[in-house]
C-alpha cells in the first residue's frame, strides 16, 4: 500500500491544508433516524483516519458531525493533526450558533475550516453579504481558524469580495476532468480563492464511456495504480484539493496510492485536453447554478 505522501496547499490564512479529504456526505449522508448514531459511518470514518486522511469534510446538512467526533475520539489522532471541515446552510441566519452546534456535535473546540454550503439560500431574510460578515465574526472568535464558500459562482463571490475583510480561503466545487470549471479556478487563485473538489471520481463512476477511458488505462498501467489513484493525482497537480469518499477500505487503499507517484506535466496537460471533449456535471443537487462551465 501506498503511503498518503499526498502534498497540502498553503491557504490565504498561511495553514496548511491536506489536499486529499475523506468526505462524510453523499454515500455517508443520513436523512432519517438524525438523533442515533450511525456506526457504520463511524467506522469508517475511523478505518479512513488509520489509513493517513487527516482531512475530514463534513456538514450541518449531512447529519454526520456526531459521528465525526465519536471517530476522532476513538482514533486518538492528536487534534492538531487533523484538519476538520464543516458547512452551514440550514442555520444560515444564525452563524455563531450554528457553528456552536457543530462544535458540540463534534467535540471540537475549534474547526479549522468553516464553509458557507451554498449560495442558494432559502430564507429571504439575508444576503451572502450580510452572511459573510458573520462568517468574518465566527473566525475572529477563534472557532474557524479559515472560513470559506461552497458552490459559489464567480459572481457570488464578486460579492462578498466587495466587502470582505478577509479573503475565503476555499471555495468546494464540483469538479473533475469533464468540468474543469475554467473560468472560476484561476480567476479565484489569482485573489487567494483555492478550489477543492467534490465528486473527483465522476469521471469514472458516473460517466462512462467517455473519452478519458483510454487514458486512464495507459496510465494506470505506467503507474501501476488504480483509476482512482489517477484522477485524485491529476486534480492535486492541478492545486485544487480532492474530497472524495468511500465505505471500502481497499477503495481508500487505493485512493492513497495518488500519493505514491506524480503524473508528468505532459500527462496533466493531456487529462485536461481529452477531458474537455465532455461536459459532464455529476451533482445531484437540485439547485440552479448557472452556467456551471464558469
Ligand atoms: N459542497 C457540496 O455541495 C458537496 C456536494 C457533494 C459532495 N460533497 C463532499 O464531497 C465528498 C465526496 O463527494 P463524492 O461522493 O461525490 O466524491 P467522489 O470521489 O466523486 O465519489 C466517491 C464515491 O465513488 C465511489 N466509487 C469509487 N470508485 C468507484 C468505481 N470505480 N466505480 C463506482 N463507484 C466508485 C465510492 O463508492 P463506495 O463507497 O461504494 O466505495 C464513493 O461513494 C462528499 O462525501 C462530501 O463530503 C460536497
Same mark, same amino acid.
Given at each position: 500500500?501506498? #503511503? ?6 498553503k ?20 436523512s432519517s433516524?438524525?438523533?442515533?448514531i ?5 467506522? #469508517?470514518i475511523?478505518?479512513?483516519l ?5 482531512h475530514?469534510?463534513?456538514a450541518?446538512?449531512y ?5 465525526i467526533?465519536i ?15 464543516t458547512?452551514?446552510?440550514t442555520?444560515?441566519?444564525t452563524?455563531?450558533?450554528?457553528l ?6 463534534l467535540?471540537? #473546540?475549534?474547526v479549522?475550516?468553516y464553509?458557507i454550503?451554498n449560495p442558494?439560500?432559502?430564507?429571504? !431574510?439575508?444576503t451572502?453579504?450580510t452572511?459573510?460578515?458573520a ?8 472557532? !474557524? ?5 461552497s458552490n ?9 469580495l #466587495? ?10 466545487l ?9 473560468g ?17 471520481l ?9 473519452p478519458?477511458? !483510454?487514458?486512464?488505462e ?9 483509476e ?19 465505505g471500502k477500505?481497499e ?20 487529462i485536461?485536453?481529452?477531458g ?6 455529476g451533482s445531484?443537487?437540485?439547485f ?7
Amino acid at each position: 500500500m501506498a #503511503s498518503n505522501t499526498l502534498p497540502t496547499a498553503k491557504l490565504n490564512t498561511g495553514a496548511e491544508i491536506p489536499m486529499l479529504a475523506y468526505g462524510t456526505g453523499t454515500a455517508h449522508f443520513k436523512s432519517s433516524n438524525l438523533d442515533q448514531i450511525d456506526r457504520k459511518t463511524v467506522e #469508517s470514518i475511523k478505518t479512513a483516519l488509520s489509513l493517513g486522511f487527516y482531512h475530514l469534510d463534513g456538514a450541518e446538512v449531512y447529519n454526520t458531525e456526531a459521528e465525526i467526533g465519536i471517530a476522532i475520539k476513538e482514533s486518538s489522532i492528536p487534534r492538531e493533526k487533523l484538519f476538520i471541515t464543516t458547512k452551514v446552510f440550514t442555520n444560515m441566519t444564525t452563524i455563531p450558533t450554528a457553528l456552536e452546534t457543530s462544535l458540540i456535535k463534534l467535540g471540537l #473546540s475549534y474547526v479549522d475550516l468553516y464553509l458557507i454550503h451554498n449560495p442558494f439560500f432559502t430564507t429571504s !431574510a439575508l444576503t451572502l453579504q450580510t452572511a459573510w460578515k458573520a462568517m468574518e465574526a465566527v473566525h475572529r472568535s477563534g472557532k !474557524a481558524r479559515a472560513i470559506g464558500v461552497s458552490n459559489f459562482l464567480r459572481s457570488h463571490l464578486l460579492s462578498i469580495l #466587495s466587502i470582505a475583510t478577509i479573503v475565503p480561503a476555499i471555495n468546494q466545487l464540483e469538479y473533475n476532468p469533464y468540468l474543469q470549471r475554467e473560468g472560476i479556478v484561476s480567476w479565484s487563485l489569482e485573489r487567494g480563492i483555492r478550489t477543492a473538489a467534490y465528486g473527483p471520481l465522476v469521471p469514472i463512476r458516473k460517466a462512462r464511456p467517455g473519452p478519458l477511458d !483510454a487514458v486512464l488505462e495507459v496510465l494506470t498501467a505506467k503507474y501501476g495504480v488504480c483509476e482512482e489513484a489517477v484522477l485524485l493525482r491529476w486534480t492535486v497537480q492541478m492545486g485544487v484539493v480532492a474530497v472524495t469518499t468511500s465505505g471500502k477500505r481497499e477503495r481508500l487503499e487505493g485512493y492513497l496510492q495518488a500519493g505514491g507517484f506524480e503524473l508528468t506535466e505532459g500527462e496533466v496537460d493531456e487529462i485536461s485536453r481529452v477531458g474537455r471533449e465532455k461536459h459532464f456535471r455529476g451533482s445531484h443537487w437540485g439547485f440552479d447554478y448557472g452556467d456551471s462551465r464558469e
